[in-house]
């Protein structure tokens, strides 16, 4: 039998209105997984900053395509508003549940006492994802375009093991090895996401490790030390240069990592428009930026072409590393060990020393560039919050709505929460929509904290971003502007 395709999918303009708590959630069919990525760089204010290397130069794309998989580095270069997503990836995306739900939280509305009419909140749903957030969406466009690069492998590094996770998986899918350089403290406290990583085939090493030289300098010293994401970068991006079959892959910051999350956004566009809406209000949490840019480039288009003038992009970052919120709008190397290329970026400094809070997916020292740009212009905000309240709000929403959310989406939520009270007390109408980054399944220690009364919040001193913010590189931007 012939199934008439286009007779069987559900027509979208036949949206389900008004929803409600039995129609809860916009889905989308399986042929609505985007066909192409959204590129943000024409519609900005400015051209796109280069990535320079130490010496303050440009980095060419000869050098860059030593690093990264080819065509990623095309796509960050590229000033076409659309980028094909190929089919391969396509069809890991719908292995991976895309499209994944835009869900309207009609649970955790009338826990906040908000009249539903007036104030609605919306989360687009990226914890469907096997290993649990957004980040494969990028893992598997640079696992796919490494592989076409005819290459053995990527190096990267993990913190927690999202990431790690993300590519191990994408690797497999795509037959590729990868070699992991996971912060030591990490390996040790987060056994869980190790062994989902080892299960995928991933090779993993606590780092600082023995295996390269900027790890030996670590580990010679202190065989147990604790490692932080700017060594573990150095370690990875040290061993991808000196292996020619190697590369590197990094799982937020860049232009192209930004470009892959896209389809986050360009998915819930579409499913506001079948629910008969468009946010006043669009909110992620930031570690590197790269979830929060996937949900906001597509609305943020329309408000830099002036069609949405009135919508707010805001970022949520927690008080112990507000790099948009604290830092400063300047060159900085993206590592500790200065091996990385140096962007322009909201930065901490990168000597930052990332405090042991539990949203370790967001302890970074830098925001994307492309994010920066668009914060340094005031066209998106920000807002820090304490680990408390947002692990708190993490409760609230998994007692309401049912799903227990990463730490690092608990800012987004906290910011979501209060946004939502606010317009409540102004006695205004609001449509919040959030990016429900991903679940907290491997986050339980947490939320034990939590449950225990042992959590610390931490404010990162202004004195210690003082201080890191002297030792940012000179840059002569005259020099290649
Ligand atoms: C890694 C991670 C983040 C932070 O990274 P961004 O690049 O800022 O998106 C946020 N949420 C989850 C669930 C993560 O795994």
Known sequence: MVIDVKKEQPRLDQAIQPMSRLNNKIMLPLNKIPKQWMNIAPFLPEKPYPCLLPNGMPATPDIMNQIFPTECVKQAMSAEEFIDIPREVREAFALCNRPTPLVRAFRLEKALGLDSDRIKIFYKGEYVSPTGSHKGNTAIAQAFYAKKDKIKGLTTETGAGQWGSALSMAGTMMDLEVKIFQVRASYYDKPGRRVLMNNFGADLVPSPSDQTEVGKAFYNKNPNHPGSLGIAISEALELAMKTPEYKYSLGSVLDFVCLHQTVIGLEAKEQMSIAGEYPDVVIGCVGGGSNFSGLAFPFLKDKLQGIKTETKFIGAEPTACPSITKGKYAWD???????????????????????????????????????????????????????????????????????????????????????????????????????????????????????????????YPNEAIEAALKNLPAVDESKFM
Request: charge should be neutral; hydrophobic fraction near 45%.
């Open 333 to 459: 190397f993206g590592d500790s060990a200065k091996i990385a290329p140096i962007a322009k970026m909201f930065t901490l400094g990168h000597t930052f020393i990332p405090p042991a809070v539990h949203a370790g997916g967001l302890r970074y020292h830098g925001a994307a560039p492309l994010l920066s740009m668009l914060a340094n212009h005031d066209l998106v905000s920000s807002e820090m919050f304490h680990q408390t309240k947002a692990i708190k709000t993490g409760m609230l929403f998994s007692r309401t709505e049912g799903i227990l959310p990463a730490v690092e989406t608990c800012h987004a939520i906290a910011s979501a929460i209060d946004k939502a009270l606010e317009a409540k007390d102004e006695g205004k109408k609001c449509t919040i929509l959030f990016n429900f980054s991903g679940h907290g399944h491997f986050d339980t220690h947490a939320y034990k904290a939590l449950q225990d009364k042992k959590l610390i919040d931490f404010e």
